[in-house]
């Protein structure tokens, strides 16, 4: 409950009765138990099943239930390849979800076709065209790490959510400088990319090739024991 | 070895049945484009047998015309052939005589073209779905 603050001024009653906004407790429930959708298309999903295993255990951050169906799921994290004829099924699970629904673009290839953008014909060059996106995680795959700090920033997101207004984002993300490097978050009003390391939001829209070519900490692999700049891993 | 595409029916046939020769697995089937051949355009269609009983194999191909390749399907030989067949016509566009079900397995239903062919030409959107980014 920490994210609630409670706003009786009243100094009698005020750790007696506890006020607060309705916006906050549902938001607060809301981004506390997140169902995401289990959906993996390639190799992205071996990252996301390693980032719901003991390891390193989303439901630590109020995420656990992968749901098997779109109707109980309010995060899609798209894992893998999307190729042309999965799309019309990405669409259809997307508009199945009930609102709100948050969208997670998870490795290069749902970013921009990642090794895929330029020969890939079967490829779909970004789940962006399909669907919106509201957070972009470079790597290929992203380390379980990556996926985690993205589901943050989906939380945060959640954290905004008015209830009265039934439309989304009605105030304007603010981009995030994103605790773990190379994380992205879109402004999805005006499809602003901002992150941390200046080049490499041209890699995620493709312009340096495919994922496979970032160099940086989200492009490591599991295994090594010890994370970027020398932190060890979470065992 | 190469056989001729008239003859491949009847040789596959003696592959498995002969008991000297008893390649009871078919593990690959595979095409390879060549545009550019000496004696014309070709599509050479590649099976991969192997022997569990005897402990061998054989690499079979077969040369087809590139303008209209077609070939007795091995299907009702080898059952594997089904979908190794499905994907060798969905890519390459060899056309397998007598498969059951011959249809695209890799690409869309109703995708265009075949793509392994040396001058494909990806689409520019499929769909609506733009293919094309830079
Ligand atoms: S981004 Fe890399 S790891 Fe992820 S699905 Fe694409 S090829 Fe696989």
């Not at chain 1, 169902?35 to 996301?48: D, Q, V």
């Not at chain 2, 060899?94 to 011959?102: I, R, T």
């Amino acid at each position: 409950m920490s994210e609630l603050e409670n706003r009786n001024p009243d100094p009698l009653t005020k750790n007696v009765v506890f006020l607060t906004a309705v916006d906050d407790i549902i938001n607060a429930t809301r981004a506390n138990s997140v169902w995401p959708l289990t959906f993996g298309l390639a190799c992205c999903a071996i990252e996301m099943m390693a980032t719901g295993a003991a390891k390193y255990d989303i439901d630590r951050f109020g995420s656990g239930p992968f749901r098997g169906t779109p109707r109980q799921s309010d995060l899609m994290i798209v894992a893998g390849t999307v190729t042309h004829k999965m799309a019309p099924r990405v669409k259809r699970l997307y508009d199945q979800m009930p609102e709100p629904k948050y969208v997670i673009a998870m490795g290069g290839c749902v970013i921009r076709g990642g090794p895929y953008v330029k020969h890939g014909y079967h490829v779909v060059k970004g789940v962006d065209l399909l669907v919106p996106v509201d957070v972009y995680i470079p790597g290929c795959p992203p380390r379980p790490e990556a996926l985690l700090e993205g589901l943050f920033k989906v939380q945060k997101l959640m954290k905004r959510e008015k209830i009265l207004d039934r439309t989304r984002r009605t105030t304007k993300p603010e981009v995030y400088h994103a605790v773990y490097p190379g994380l992205i978050l879109r402004n999805a009003e005006d499809g602003i990319w901002a992150n941390h390391w200046g080049s490499q939001g041209e890699a995620a829209r493709g312009v340096g090739g495919g994922g496979h070519r970032w160099r940086g900490p989200v492009c490591g692999r599991q295994g090594r024991g010890v994370g970027r700049r020398g932190r060890a891993l979470p065992r | 070895m190469v056989v001729k595409a008239e003859a491949w029916a009847a040789v596959a046939g003696l592959c498995r049945d002969d008991s000297r020769l008893g390649f009871d697995l078919l593990s690959c089937i595979t095409g390879v484009d060549y545009p550019e051949r000496e004696d014309g355009a070709e599509i050479e269609v590649i099976y991969n047998l192997d022997s569990i009983a005897n402990h061998h194999e054989l690499t079979v191909k077969v040369k087809l015309p590139r303008d209209d390749p077609r070939i007795a399907s091995v299907e009702e030989i080898w059952r594997t052939a089904d979908w190794h067949e499905r994907e060798t016509y969905d890519l390459l566009g060899v056309v397998f005589e007598g498969h059951h079900n011959l249809v695209r397995i890799l690409c869309a239903e109703d995708w265009v073209g075949h793509p392994l062919r040396k001058d494909y030409e990806p689409p520019d959107s499929f769909h609506g779905i733009k293919n094309v980014i830079y």
